[in-house]
C-alpha cells in the first residue's frame, strides 16, 4: 500500500472514530446497555469506505475511548466489533448499501447481543436474565443506526461524494 493511502486511510479512520466517540453522547440506556446509534452507522460507512478490518479497528478504538472516557460499557466490544466485521465482510462481496445494513444489523443485534452474555456475566459481574438479554436492546439500537446509515449513504452516492470518498482510500 502506498503510505499516500495509508495515510488517508488512517485519517479517514480517525475521523471515522471520533464520530463515533462523540456520538455516544447520544445513547440511551436500555436493559443495562448503552445504545448507541451513531456507532453502528459509522460501522457500515467504514465497510462502505475502508472496508472490513479498519471498521472492526474502528469499532474497537471507538470502544475502548469510549470505556475510558465513561461513556459507554465493555458490552460496547462485542456488539460493535462483530457489527463492524459482518458488515465489512457483506459489503466487500456484495458492494450493496443495503445488505450491508442488515449484516450491521444481524451482526450487532444478534450476534453481539449473544457475544454480550458472557462479556456481562464473566466481565462484569452481572447476572442476566438470559443469553438472549441484550439482543433486544443491541437490535434497536443498530436498526436505528443501519437506518441513519442507509440514507446517509444515498445522500452521498446521488451527490457523487461516495465515489469520491472510496475512490480516495
Given at each position: 500500500?502506498?503510505?499516500?493511502n ?35 452507522m ?15 479497528a ?7 475511548i ?12 462485542p456488539g ?14 456484495t ?41 433486544i436492546?443491541?437490535?434497536i ?29
Amino acid at each position: 500500500m502506498k503510505p499516500e493511502n495509508l495515510t488517508r486511510k488512517l485519517a479517514t479512520a480517525g475521523v471515522m472514530t471520533a464520530v463515533a466517540v462523540v456520538g455516544s453522547m447520544l445513547s440511551v440506556p436500555i436493559a443495562g446497555s448503552k445504545c448507541a446509534p451513531v456507532q453502528h452507522m459509522v460501522n457500515v460507512l467504514a465497510a462502505v469506505t475502508l472496508g472490513p478490518w479498519w471498521g472492526v479497528a474502528i469499532a474497537f478504538c471507538a470502544s475502548l475511548i469510549r470505556n475510558l472516557l465513561g461513556l459507554g460499557s465493555l458490552m460496547a466490544f462485542p456488539g460493535s466489533m462483530v457489527g463492524a466485521l459482518c458488515c465489512g465482510l457483506v459489503y466487500a462481496w456484495t458492494k450493496k448499501p443495503g445488505f450491508t445494513c442488515l449484516a450491521e444489523a444481524f451482526g450487532t443485534g444478534i450476534l453481539g447481543g449473544l457475544a454480550a452474555y458472557p462479556v456481562a456475566k464473566l466481565l462484569m459481574g452481572l447476572e442476566p436474565a438470559g443469553v438472549t438479554v441484550y439482543m433486544i436492546p443491541f437490535l434497536i439500537s443498530t436498526v436505528a443506526g443501519s437506518c441513519l446509515a442507509y440514507a446517509l449513504i444515498r445522500i452521498l452516492e446521488k451527490a457523487g461524494v461516495l465515489r469520491q470518498m472510496q475512490g480516495a482510500v
